[in-house]
């Protein structure tokens, strides 16, 4: 929803997709990218600060062993939204 255009061409919708990274990082705490997605949304919405939190949680998750690749992509994809800041 974040990144899909708006009415009339597409479903994007901020506070949808603000709505479902909150609730996928209730759900999922452990999944980098979930803080990512939302962090990348605050900055989109000048929420420095915000995006800031997101990413440090990110950041700071521990490598999970059957899941190398998505820790990787993650903190890559972390690293380079910090520098944004």
């Not at 949808?16 to 990082?25: C, F, M, P, T």
């Not at 999922?28 to 800031?52: C, H, M, T, W």
């Not at 939190?53 to 903190?75: C, D, G, T, V």
Request: glycine content about 6%; charged content about 25%.
């Amino acid at each position: 929803y974040h990144q899909a255009p708006g009415w009339p061409v597409g479903p994007g919708d901020n506070k949808k997709a603000q709505e479902l990274l909150e609730r996928s990082i209730e759900v999922g705490p452990e999944f980098a990218f979930n803080q990512v997605y939302l962090a990348d949304l605050y900055i989109s919405k000048g929420k420095k600060d915000d995006a800031r939190k997101m990413l440090e949680a990110a950041l700071a998750l521990p490598e999970r062993s059957n899941m190398p690749i998505h820790y990787q992509r993650s903190q890559a994809q972390a690293r380079s939204l910090m520098e944004k800041l």
